[in-house]
């Protein structure tokens, strides 16, 4: 199975303002965290090359609903996380797609996201998800997964899973 490559999109951090919380400053470039989701203290530090750019609030303070360590990468390449060595586990391990899909011809037509939803604009990929896996039920995530890939590979997809 590959693994999962973050693109950077940033899509992931920009509802987490109010989930990671800056409890207090434990001085430059250090801080005692709380991920109100599930209540976990951490500390984070930030990464030593970011702190300029964390220190530029502009982004923070324009998009609110934001990560509060999460900038746009200056370089123009997507986004960037400023403690991304010291992000809480929640975020380690957080994969915004598990599935990719892709045509016969070999291009990629779709992603499997959060809680199983096709994320796609092709109309026939989208029938065939609803008439044939849609309705699957299976509790364990890799039987599940296992069971999209062969379902669609019936008919005629590529399916990869991500771990």
Same mark, same amino acid.
């Given at each position: 199975?590959p693994?999962?490559?973050?693109t950077?999109?940033g899509?992931c951090?920009?509802?987490?303002?109010r989930?990671?919380t800056i409890e207090?400053s434990l001085?430059?470039?250090?801080?005692?965290?709380?991920f109100?989701i599930?209540g976990?203290?951490?500390?984070?530090?930030l990464?030593?090359?970011l702190r300029a750019?964390?220190q530029?609030?502009g982004?923070a303070?324009?998009?609110?609903?934001w990560?509060?360590?999460?900038?746009?990468?200056?370089?123009?390449?997507?986004?960037?996380c400023?403690i $991304? $060595?010291?992000?809480?586990p929640?975020c380690?391990?957080?994969?915004?797609?598990?599935?990719?899909?892709f045509s016969p011809?070999s291009?990629?037509i779709?992603?499997?996201g959060?809680?199983r939803?096709?994320?796609?604009?092709?109309?026939?990929?989208?029938?065939?998800?609803?008439?044939?896996?849609?309705?699957?039920?299976?509790?364990d995530?890799?039987?599940?997964?296992?069971?999209?890939r062969d379902?669609?590979?019936?008919?005629?997809?590529?399916?990869?899973?991500?771990?």
């Open positions: 199975m693994e999962f490559q973050c950077r999109c899509k951090c920009m509802h987490f303002g989930y990671v207090r001085g430059p470039g250090d801080f005692f965290c709380r109100q599930t976990e203290l951490f500390r984070a530090h990464e030593p090359a750019l964390f530029e609030k982004d303070t324009a998009h609110p609903e990560c509060v360590f999460l900038r746009k990468d200056t370089g123009g390449n997507g986004f960037v400023t $991304h $060595h010291t992000r809480p929640y380690r391990g957080f994969r915004c797609y598990s599935l990719k899909i011809d291009t990629e779709g992603k499997v959060g809680n939803a096709l994320l796609s604009g092709d109309v026939d990929l989208v029938r065939c998800w609803q008439e044939k896996v849609a309705s699957f039920a299976e509790r995530e890799a039987r599940w997964r296992e069971r999209v379902t669609l590979a019936k008919e005629g997809y590529r399916v990869e899973i991500y771990t």
